[in-house]
């Protein structure tokens, strides 16, 4: 083969290659954009200023009476615990099912347990850590609570006891408010609460 043959056989790839890798000389022009849509958008970003609106905010209000998706709460009875009148329901409007007994001790023991105990006396790690005690669930004037109020306690907190609506979703409020009557009913139940078939299996 002629030796000049394979010389330009060797130099032109190489030549290629070392144009390839050359970026060229600085410039103060802007690059070429192909397709640009996607890079140089006009838009106005967050809390930046706008010339157009008289109050030179990008940041636009709702408009009046606007409601986001998944929020209109119009079931009072069901988002806040009270009735057309503004008073506590004295029921849960969620129906009690053993599935939502067994949600609600999960969410109790997570969200509750750890000031109230387990059982809801008011003995949880907190209180036995030093902290100011919560109440006893089991006092006459908790038991005596409509399950709205104890709902309405669960969402905005009392006292020492700060609000879990930010935490806790509404479906699950109530399943804790169903716990917590139970809760309830087992350290203050009667001989005849207990269907009369059971009663010899009491020990």
């Known amino acids: ?26 410039s103060e022009k802007p ?30 209000p709702p408009v009046s ?15 806040y615990g009270k009735d057309e009148n503004g008073r506590f329901v004295q029921l849960s409007p969620v129906a009690i099912s053993p599935q939502l007994l067994e949600r609600g001790r999960e969410r109790y023991d997570i969200y509750c347990a ?19 005690p919560p109440p006893n669930l089991h006092q006459d004037l908790y038991r005596n609570y409509p399950d709205g109020q ?14 879990y609506k930010h935490m806790i979703p509404h479906q699950d409020r109530w399943a804790i408010v169903s716990y917590v009557r139970a809760l309830q009913r087992s350290q203050n139940a009667a001989l005849q609460d207990i269907p009369a078939d059971k009663r010899s299996e009491l020990k």
């Open 114 to 132: 750890p000031c109230h105990s387990k059982v809801g006396d008011g003995t949880g790690i907190i209180a036995q850590k030093g902290f100011m």
């Open 31 to 60: 690059p070429i954009h192909i397709n640009p849509s996607m890079d140089l958008q006009p838009k106005y970003k967050a809390q930046s200023e706008s010339r157009f609106f008289t109050d030179r905010s990008t940041m636009r």
């Open 1 to 26: 083969m002629n030796s000049k043959l394979v010389l330009n056989l060797l130099f032109i790839p190489g030549a290629l290659l070392i144009l390839a890798a050359c970026q060229g000389a600085p």
């Open 150 to 163: 104890i709902y309405n306690v669960i969402s905005n907190g009392i006292r020492n006891m700060p609000s």
């Open 65 to 79: 009476g606007t409601v986001a998706r998944g929020q209109l709460y119009d079931d009072t009875r069901y988002y």
